[in-house]
C-alpha cells in the first residue's frame, strides 16, 4: 500500500555533497518510520539512517555521522538524505525503507516497504 520511489543518485568526486529523495504515496505517510540502507557491489545492505514519523528522532551509522543527514517532509510525503563531504566508501545504491511503526528503526527486517533504490557513485 505504499509506494516508494528514490531518485537524486549520480556520479560526483569525493568531498561533492547530493542530497536523496523519496518519494512516498499513500494518506498515512507521517505515521511511517523511514530509513535509508545502502548496498555496495560485494557487500551486504548497510543501515545509513532512518527518522521518526515527527523527525523529531534521527538515527545514524557511525560511517556517515557528522557527514550525512535525514529529514522528511510530511506534508509532502518525502524523505531526504543529505550527503555531504562523499567518500569513494560512500559508492552504493541507495534505499529508502517505510515502516508503519513509526520509530526511526535501524534493522533492515524491521522495515516492510522498500524502494527500487537510486545508484551514488563518488570518484576520487
Known amino acids: 500500500q505504499v509506494l516508494l520511489v528514490e531518485s537524486g543518485g549520480g556520479l560526483v568526486q569525493a568531498g561533492d555533497s547530493l542530497r536523496l529523495s523519496c518519494a512516498a504515496s499513500?494518506?498515512?505517510?507521517?505515521?511511517?518510520?523511514m530509513g535509508w540502507f545502502r548496498q555496495a557491489p560485494g557487500k551486504e545492505r548497510e543501515f545509513v539512517a532512518a527518522?521518526?514519523?515527527?523527525?523529531?528522532?534521527?538515527k545514524y551509522a557511525e560511517s556517515v555521522k557528522g557527514r550525512f543527514t535525514i529529514s522528511r517532509d510530511n506534508a509532502k510525503n518525502t524523505v531526504y538524505l543529505q550527503m555531504n563531504s562523499l567518500k569513494p566508501e560512500d559508492t552504493a545504491v541507495y534505499y529508502c525503507?517505510?515502516?508503519?511503526?513509526?520509530?526511526?528503526?535501524?534493522?533492515?527486517?524491521?522495515?516492510?516497504?522498500w524502494g527500487q533504490g537510486t545508484q551514488v557513485t563518488v570518484s576520487s
Open positions: 525503507a517505510a515502516v508503519n511503526i513509526g520509530l526511526a528503526l535501524t534493522r533492515s527486517s524491521d522495515y516492510t516497504y
Open positions: 527518522i521518526n514519523r515527527s523527525g523529531g528522532v534521527t
Open positions: 499513500g494518506r498515512t505517510f507521517g505515521m511511517y518510520g
